[in-house]
């Protein structure tokens, strides 16, 4: 017998839990034991932000009682509501939330399955789905068998304790020895973390690595695909489906030696515009700090106004959606962020295209290390002033100029270049 669950186990599962039947008598009915039941449904349940008719979704203790209006201001996305209570986005700028959690999901069943009051509650639930649980156990299986899974705040987690201690001189084996109970992994994981890239140090700032001839093959990393839930092309489609209006923004990055400095490259489609930007690694922090960069740069209206969507790849440094899509500041959101399916670069063709102009100018297999942003800068003005048929004989820079305005491009970097005086080719760099 597999020790595996079928779908129709945990079609009975969700049929029992809706009786409110013990992990006991499910596990009998299963042939399972009861800790096997209860880790299921802890495993594979997800959290359900809903509400019930005529009330969105809405977490706030003082939820029943509160009389608050107008707390986002003239941005208000919901005027017609007579109480912010009644917006599903009141959380995200009111000073005073307090969250409620209900204390349902801390003791059995752990879910919102059976519970009487589902109907009428608005706050975060927690949902066990056969259907939902089927597929992630199998997602599960797969990811084990190919390659080493981890996740997001995890790698963020432990790249806080060790990375300002690599920068002191110390050895990952000292750190390890040291916070071995933070860490809660392997020294062997480190080391493969760093050869990842997935922290803020690389392997040049680990004195004895450098040393070592590296191995032939490189293990296989992955982020923790939680984060592409909610995001992925098929989102993508759908929401232009329902605003074909939006602005789309691809980004993507340009790899130059293996380890050493990259480029992030912005790319407006609808104008042909793109952006690039030197970084030391390819981490998520370096693409996250120049999010940030361009937010405070161009101001929140302009920011909004230019990055309504991003699309761009299943990379590592990509894997931190959170981060890119909220500022710290009222109003909180800032764009939306989409992945590409795996193995699809042509679903964000334009930028695709557009890097090849950069390989004309930095070829593959140069390095970027000897360059500095003010070269970027340069090799990009002459991109951006190349002029281009589907443009109608227009270049980017001349196109965003006409939708945006000067002042924007100046606030990016931007500046033209005369037509006779575009070089595309490795000297301009070298002059």
Avoid: W
Avoid at 216 to 240: A, H, N
Wanted: with cysteine.
């Amino acid at each position: 017998m597999s020790k595996f669950l079928s779908y129709e186990d945990r079609m009975v599962i969700a049929q029992r839990l809706q009786e409110n039947a013990s992990f006991g008598a499910i596990g009998k009915e299963l042939g399972k034991d009861r800790t096997t039941i209860a880790k299921e449904i802890k495993k594979y349940s997800y959290d359900k932000k809903s509400g019930r008719p005529g009330y969105p979704y809405n977490p706030c203790k003082f939820r029943t009682t509160c009389k608050a209006k107008k707390l986002c201001g003239s941005i208000c996305t919901h005027p017609s509501a007579y109480k912010c209570s009644l917006c599903p986005e009141c959380t995200l700028h009111c000073p005073d939330f307090i969250e409620d959690v209900c204390s349902v999901k801390s003791k059995p069943p752990y879910v919102c399955n059976g519970c009487g009051q589902l109907s009428k509650c608005t706050l975060l639930k927690r949902i066990y789905d056969p259907a939902d649980a089927h597929e992630k156990a199998h997602h599960v299986i797969s990811e084990a068998r190919t390659g080493i899974l981890s996740n997001e705040d995890d790698i963020a987690r432990i790249n806080r304790i060790i990375s300002p201690l690599v920068k002191n001189g110390q050895s990952l084996h000292q750190i390890y020895l040291e916070h071995v109970d933070e860490l809660m992994c392997s020294e062997k994981t480190l080391y493969n973390y760093v050869d990842a890239q997935l922290f803020d140090v690389r392997n040049i700032d680990l004195p004895r690595k450098v040393k070592y001839r590296p191995r032939y093959k490189q293990p296989e990393f992955k982020v923790d695909r939680g984060c592409r839930i909610g995001r992925s092309y098929t989102d993508f489609q759908k929401y232009l489906a329902d605003y074909p209006e939006t602005t789309i923004v691809q980004m993507d990055s340009v790899i130059g030696r293996v380890g050493g400095k990259c480029l992030l490259t912005i790319h407006f489609v609808e104008t042909s515009l793109m952006l690039a930007f030197l970084r030391d690694s390819n981490t998520s922090a370096s693409v996250i700090e120049i999010i940030n960069l361009l937010d405070k740069v161009l101001g929140i209206p302009t920011f909004n106004c230019l990055f309504p969507v991003i699309l761009t790849d299943n990379g590592s440094e990509f894997s931190n959606p959170k981060e890119i899509e909220r500022r710290d500041t009222i109003p909180c959101n800032r764009t939306k962020v989409f992945y590409c399916d795996p193995s699809a670069p042509y679903q964000k063709g334009a930028c695709e295209v557009n890097h090849e102009l950069i390989r004309r100018v930095l070829p593959k297999g140069s390095s970027f290390d000897e360059l500095t942003q003010r070269d970027v800068f340069r090799m990009m003005n002459h991109i951006n002033s190349y002029k281009r048929k589907k443009l109608n004989n227009r270049s980017p820079y001349e196109t965003f100029s006409f939708y945006y305005g000067e002042e924007v491009l100046k606030k990016l970097g931007c500046s033209p270049v005369a037509a006779e005086n575009i070089i595309l080719k490795p000297r301009l760099l070298k002059k």
